[in-house]
Nanobody, 119 residues
Framework: VQLQASGGGAVQAGGSLRLSCAASGITFSNYNMGWYRQAPGKQRELVAA???????DYTDSVKGRFTISRDNAKKTMYLQMNSLKPEDTAVYHC??????????????WGQGTQVTVSS
């Protein structure tokens, strides 16, 4: 199983980035997917999740700014991040969970992609 995250970078506050997570080795459409982030000195948090049926959920701090989506044909998940803030700076990981109730303990993790937002 491989989850390949990409799209991170350095932007100024107010800017946008689009993260992608390409999956292989799993039946992507059967899995619930999530974007997680970890900032230096902080615990990892679930930023956004999308179920196998494309129901979405977001942590409060990103609601209205981030949009999670998936393309099952391309086996890829996305995170569109707009109006970025310095506090969004973190390493972002994607992960896959067969059961939505286990979204905080995913079955598979991808490597991280760094997002840095300067003020």
């Amino acid at each position: 199983v491989q989850l390949q995250a990409s799209g991170g970078g350095a932007v100024q506050a107010g800017g946008s980035l689009r993260l992608s997570c390409a999956a292989s080795g799993i039946t992507f459409s059967n899995y619930n997917m999530g974007w997680y982030r970890q900032a230096p000195g902080k615990q990892r948090e679930l930023v956004a999740a999308i179920s196998s049926g494309s129901v979405t959920d977001y942590t409060d701090s990103v609601k209205g700014r981030f949009t999670i989506s998936r393309d099952n044909a391309k086996k890829t998940m996305y995170l569109q991040m707009n109006s970025l803030k310095p506090e969004d700076t973190a390493v972002y990981h994607c992960a896959a969970s067969y059961y939505m109730r286990a979204i905080h303990r995913p079955d598979f993790w991808g490597q991280g992609t760094q997002v840095t937002v300067s003020s």
